[in-house]
T-cell receptor
Framework: GQNIDQPTEMTATEGAIVQINCTYQTSGFNGLFWYQQHAGEAPTFLSYNVLDGLEEKGRFSSFLSRSKGYSYLLLKELQMKDSASYLCALMDSNYQLIWGAGTKLIIKP | IAGITQAPTSQILAAGRRMTLRCTQDMRHNAMYWYRQDLGLGLRLIHYSNTAGTTGKGEVPDGYSVSRANTDDFPLTLASAVPSQTSVYFC?????????????FGPGTRLTVL
């Protein structure tokens, strides 16, 4: 079966850097997604990794290690608007998304 | 319309009643999905459709049915609602099913079954 783990909640300071980790176990893998979800809103796409390494997109970067079943989302120069939940999701062998429970990120001034 | 719309925004429903949640997209995406989101759990796939005229079961299909008569619409029906179906329901779409594609989400329907 599949399993995804990510921390329930994290707190960081405005202007700082935060790393949100995601570990997974799966028998089939077609990539790993990160989505952002503000409270009461729909998830929105942030990044997709299918090969090992770091993908950088502005203030956000995502890293994948397939051999370790590990990914992280790195957020730099944190802004108050980054307060949200961050969802890790793996795409399984059937191209369906299996979602983690999400990490609630709280940004303090 | 731009993107995906869902209706209603929220609903309170008596147990045993029938309810259809509506979802419409104008992006001409082939694939559409229904998820439920419950506190402390990840999004869970209820049903999906890779193209008009076809549907498939996700992780938690029991008590729900879907149809896909055309590309744009993907309604979700609860035949006889139960309290455990209280949740936030998200509809999503992607350009193609069965391949890597970013999914685009509607604003959600908050359903309470009493």
């Amino acid at each position: 079966g599949q399993n995804i783990d990510q921390p329930t909640e994290m707190t960081a300071t405005e202007g700082a850097i935060v790393q949100i980790n995601c570990t997974y176990q799966t028998s089939g893998f077609n990539g790993l997604f990160w989505y952002q979800q503000h409270a009461g809103e729909a998830p929105t796409f942030l990044s997709y990794n299918v090969l090992d390494g770091l993908e950088e997109k502005g203030r956000f970067s995502s890293f994948l290690s397939r051999s370790k079943g590990y990914s992280y989302l790195l957020l730099k120069e944190l802004q108050m608007k980054d307060s949200a939940s961050y969802l890790c999701a793996l795409m399984d062998s059937n191209y369906q998304l299996i979602w983690g429970a999400g990490t609630k990120l709280i940004i303090k001034p | 319309i731009a993107g995906i719309t869902q209706a209603p925004t929220s609903q309170i429903l008596a147990a045993g009643r029938r309810m259809t949640l509506r979802c419409t997209q104008d992006m001409r995406h082939n694939a559409m999905y229904w998820y439920r989101q419950d506190l402390g759990l990840g999004l869970r796939l209820i049903h999906y459709s890779n193209t008009a005229g076809t549907t498939g079961k996700g992780e938690v299909p029991d008590g729900y049915s879907v149809s896909r008569a055309n590309t744009d619409d993907f309604p979700l029906t609860l035949a006889s609602a139960v309290p455990s179906q209280t949740s936030v329901y998200f509809c999503a779409s992607s350009p193609q099913g069965g391949s890597y594609n970013e999914q685009f989400f509607g604003p959600g329907t908050r359903l309470t079954v009493l």
